[in-house]
C-alpha cells in the first residue's frame, strides 16, 4: 500500500467523505489549519472578531455539508482545496448578508467599510492569499517543531533543544554558537553537529506532515517548494 494512501487527506478522498475514518480524518485537518482561514479571511478585511466568527462558520459549513465529497483525487492538495473553499463561502455569505433584511447571525460590514481599519495589517502581511499561504507554513513548522522537542524530551535532550530551537531554521552567528556552547558547557563542533541533526531530523517530520495534506509525490514536492520559498534552504 503506497504511504499516501493512509494520510488524512487522502483518506478523505478515497471515502469521498463517508465513514468514520475519513470524517475524523477531516475533521483533524480542519482542526490543524484553521489558523490559514482565519488569516486569510482577516486579510479581505474584516475585524478579527468577525473574522473569528467566519471561521468558525466556515468550517461548521464545510464540515455539513461535505463539498470536500466532490475534491478531485487529482488535485489533491488539501491547502488548495481548501483556499478555494473559504473564497466561495465568502462570496456567498457576503450576498446573503447584503440580501438580507436583517443582519443575520453575523454583524456583516461590507470590506470597503473596514478596509481603512485594517490597512496597515493588509500591507504588513501581503495578499489575503499570502497571509493564507503564510499561516500554513507556520502550522506545518510549528507542528513538526513540537514533535521534535516531544522526541527531545523522550531522549533526555529537551534542554539542548530548547537552546539550539532558533538554530533550526535561521544560521546563528559565531557569538550565538559561543554562548550556547558555554551555556550547555559543549565544545563548539560538537553543538554544530547536534545543530545540523536537528536540522535533518525537523526536515524529515516537515515533510511528513506536509504528506498528510497531499494525495501524491507531485502535490508533495509543490508544497515542499512552496516551504522552502517561506523559510528558506533549511527546510
Known amino acids: 500500500m503506497s504511504h499516501f494512501q493512509t494520510t488524512r487527506w487522502s483518506i ?39 473574522a473569528e466568527d467566519l471561521t468558525q462558520s466556515f468550517f461548521a459549513s464545510f464540515l455539513e455539508r461535505e ?3 466532490a475534491a478531485d483525487p487529482a488535485r489533491g492538495r488539501f491547502r488548495a482545496y481548501l483556499l478555494t473553499a473559504t473564497r466561495h463561502f465568502l462570496v456567498n455569505t457576503t ?11 453575523y454583524a456583516f460590514e461590507s470590506i470597503d467599510d473596514v478596509a481603512d481599519e485594517n490597512a496597515a495589517v493588509s ?32 531522549a533526555g535532550k529537551q534542554e539542548l533543544f530548547d537552546q539550539l530551537r532558533d538554530f533550526l531554521i535561521e544560521a546563528p552567528d559565531d557569538e550565538d554558537y559561543a554562548r550556547v556552547a558555554a551555556k550547555l558547557d ?50
Request: aromatic share 6%; proline share 2%.
Open 12 to 50: 478523505v478522498l478515497q471515502a469521498k467523505g463517508d465513514g468514520h475514518d475519513a470524517r475524523a480524518a477531516l475533521e483533524s485537518l480542519c482542526r490543524t489549519y484553521r489558523a490559514p482561514v482565519l488569516a486569510f479571511i482577516r486579510g479581505r478585511g474584516y475585524r478579527n472578531d468577525i
Open 67 to 69: 463539498d470536500y465529497a
Open 95 to 105: 450576498e446573503a448578508a447584503n440580501t438580507a433584511k436583517r443582519g443575520g447571525q
Open 123 to 154: 500591507a504588513a502581511n501581503g495578499t489575503p492569499e499570502e497571509a493564507f499561504d503564510q499561516a500554513w507554513a507556520l502550522v506545518i513548522l510549528n507542528s513538526a517543531l513540537r514533535r521534535l522537542r516531544n522526541e527531545a524530551q523522550l
Open 186 to 235: 559543549m565544545r563548539r563542533n560538537t553543538l554544530a553537529v547536534s545543530v545540523h541533526r536537528l536540522r535533518l531530523r525537523l526536515r524529515e517530520l516537515v515533510q511528513e506532515e506536509v504528506t498528510q495534506t497531499a494525495a501524491d509525490h507531485a502535490g508533495l514536492e509543490t508544497e515542499m517548494r512552496e516551504l522552502r520559498h517561506a523559510f528558506g534552504p533549511a527546510l
